[in-house]
């Protein structure tokens, strides 16, 4: 593809969604696009294009994790939900997350050596200082994918696969995973492109409408119809996978600090909302949220993409959406705070500029439903 066709592809596809406003002057700003489903197959709502193809990087954690239920090596292992809760997160490496990581090695019988993710420093920065004030050396049990890469030995060892590059695309785990991943997305399997994730194993592609029902699904506990033929086609069961689905679900939500660190927006939001939002951020720009509204009696499936990947965009434009909604937790929190009235600062710490979220058309979820 050429620039010209890849300039028109994007800009029917991304609008401008964040803006960087300093003084009276707006200085940066941030395409994106985003898709809200409920029930039906269309999108309630969309800004931008809902079938616009992105990677799913770290949003799919969660369900690259059904591959451990579904082989039932957390029942063989004896994995609780806080090893699931980790293997579906992005944690910070903190001492509870290496705790946890080296907990389920130690279960499944491997080691420190076993991992193929890379060794590394956290990549939250308060963590990463502290883990060098403390005179430590990077490890692959601070990478942020250790424990779903420690879930995919466990898969591994459960089904009889060598766990020798268990990161190629053609080891025989990762094709059980891009079946899954179809089959969740309801995202036919020769359209899915393949990457290679930070950590080193394949990430694949998907809509943001396929992102926003996979997460519909996972806050239900639910397949629909699509997904169910999927996955009955590749030989799980409706029962045993919306089993695994909500083992995935009531892992996180019960476990919100292995999701991400102490100040991560994973770990403070389903923290608030206490079980009824699951949500995961990926890697440039990506984040998925499934939400029960208890004042519409309604779930919903959200899936954002930044398309610069800039994280603080993203955050923002996540809450800023949540808030335009009218789901936003009622509860005041200075981490809430942070995100929905994120400010840019100078190298003095005053601050300068703020956030502003663009699109003005999105009503509340109670108007959408009507």
């Known amino acids: 593809m050429n620039s010209k066709n890849i300039q028109t592809e994007l800009s029917d596809s991304l609008k401008p969604l964040v803006a960087i406003k300093r003084g009276d002057l707006i200085e940066k700003v941030h395409f994106g696009a985003y898709c809200i489903v409920e029930n039906d197959y269309d999108p309630i709502y969309f800004f931008g294009n809902s079938e616009f193809i992105t990677y799913t990087r770290s949003t799919a954690k969660p369900f690259q994790a059904l591959s451990v239920i579904l082989s039932e090596a957390d029942e063989k292992f004896n994995l609780n939900e806080k090893d699931i809760a980790i ?8 001492p509870e997350h290496v705790l946890q990581v080296k907990s389920i090695l130690e279960k499944i019988g491997l080691k420190y050596e076993d991992l193929l993710c890379p060794a590394v ?4 920065n308060n963590t990463k200082y502290e883990q060098i004030r403390s005179g430590l050396e990077p490890s692959k049990y601070f990478c942020d994918c250790s424990a779903k890469h420690a879930g995919m030995l466990a898969a591994c060892k459960a089904l009889g696969y060598d766990i020798k590059n268990y990161d190629s695309p053609s080891h025989p785990l990762q094709i059980l995973i891009k079946n899954i991943l179809s089959s969740i997305y309801d995202f036919d ?3 899915m492109i393949i990457g290679v994730d930070g950590c080193g194993v394949p990430v694949f592609s998907a809509t943001l409408k396929s992102m926003a029902h996979a997460y519909l699904s996972l806050i239900n506990g639910k397949l629909n119809d699509n997904q169910t033929k999927r996955f009955e ?3 799980f069961a409706k029962k045993e996978v919306e089993l695994a689905l909500k083992k995935v679900r009531n892992s996180m939500v019960g476990n919100p600090s292995m999701i991400a660190g102490d100040s991560g927006i994973c770990t403070v939001l389903m923290t608030l909302y206490g079980g009824s939002l699951v949500g995961k951020i990926g890697a440039d720009g990506v984040y998925c949220v499934g939400l029960k509204d208890f004042a ?3 779930s919903i499936g959200i899936a954002v993409k930044i398309a610069d990947g800039s994280m603080d965009a993203l955050e923002f434009a996540v809450v800023s959406i949540l808030k335009r909604l009218n789901c936003l937790v009622s509860t005041r929190s200075n981490f809430i705070d942070r995100f929905l009235y994120k400010k840019c600062f100078n190298e003095h710490g005053i601050p300068v500029g703020e956030y502003q979220f663009l699109d003005g058309d999105l009503p509340s979820l109670a108007s959408l439903l009507i």
């Open 189 to 191: 399997i020769d359209k």
């Open 296 to 298: 519409t009696n309604h």
């Open 233 to 235: 086609n590749i030989g």
């Open 87 to 94: 293997i579906s997160s992005s944690h910070f490496g903190q």
């Open 121 to 124: 420093y956290s990549r939250d």
